[in-house]
């Protein structure tokens, strides 16, 4: 895939699904023999990601550039799901019989490649859907389906998977990637708690201008390894425990710099197959 085609499935996905990210595909009636997802593998067997929709936030755009929820499984049974992109990455090793479970929710076979769609939604700036299951896919809206559309049970499916995975599954430790962006200015009766800036890095020398946040483009965004890592996942701890932020449910938190800038940090963890930009390869889909 050229790197065209690659900006284009990053940053226009929700049509992408439909256009050009992978042929369309319906699955096909329960009746059809179920594959196993786990084949000793190490790539990812298995890849589902909801992500596009309408315009959104430099940061927010940053969270969600590898999907706003998805699940990729390799063909070992590890297993990656991000339920929103506020929060934490989780993973888990596949039991026999979550495999089977998977695989007969989501009625993977080797014959899902046959049935065509297409899968439009009429949902007004809704994300899309991809799903990859070895070299096959299907793709379409996940919101607003022609009833009786076969797609809107495999969402359906995918939904109660994600959870159900989420629920068994821990909280990833390593890389993290983030953004650092000018506070746009407290609003009138309404505290807030900021966190002192953590890294030795000064806050001011890595963070974006107002006018390069909203030129931001997908893969922009900086890496934290080691120690780094491990303080910003801290703070992102503190706006989702409540302990720092504004009250509301934010997928920033707000962090003072040593000259007392405030500014909003946006960090969400590293995906294993990441390349050096912090974007899922081309082929994962």
Not at 117 to 128: E, F, Q, T, Y
Not at 177 to 199: I, N, Q
Not at 221 to 243: E, P, Y
Not at 268 to 275: L, Q
């Amino acid at each position: 895939m050229t790197t065209g085609t690659r900006f284009f499935c990053h940053f226009v996905f929700g049509a992408a699904l439909l256009a050009g990210c992978g042929s369309a595909a319906t699955p096909e009636a329960p009746s059809a023999r179920i594959a196993a997802i786990c084949d000793g593998s190490s790539g990812v067997r298995l890849a589902v990601v909801v992500a596009g929709g309408g315009p959104t936030l430099p940061g927010f755009a940053m969270l969600g550039e590898n999907g706003l929820s998805f699940l990729l499984v390799d063909g070992s049974c590890n297993a990656w799901i991000l339920t929103t992109p506020n929060d934490p990455l989780r993973t888990l090793v596949l039991s026999h019989e979550r495999e089977q479970r998977l695989a007969s929710q989501l009625r993977l076979s080797s014959e899902w490649k046959t049935l065509q769609g297409p899968h439009v939604g009429a949902c007004a700036d809704a994300p899309g859907i991809i799903y990859r299951f070895d070299s096959s896919h299907i793709s379409g809206s996940e919101c607003g389906l022609s009833p009786g559309d076969p797609l809107q049970d495999l969402n359906t499916a995918f939904s109660a998977q994600i959870v159900e995975l989420a629920a068994a599954a821990t909280a990833v430790s390593g890389d993290m990637r983030y953004l650092l962006l000018p506070d746009l200015g407290k609003v009138d009766g309404v505290a807030r708690t900021s966190v002192p800036w953590p890294l030795d890095v000064p806050a001011e020398s890595i963070a974006l201008t107002q006018d390069q946040a909203f030129q931001y483009t997908a893969g922009g965004s900086l890496r934290a390894t080691g120690l780094d890592a491990s303080r910003l996942r801290a703070i992102r701890a503190t706006v989702l425990n409540g302990s720092a932020g504004d009250g509301s449910v934010n997928a920033f938190t707000y962090v003072v710099s040593t000259n007392g800038n405030v500014y909003q940090l946006f960090a969400r963890d590293s995906v294993p197959f990441e390349m050096d930009n912090g974007l899922l390869p081309a082929e994962i889909l």
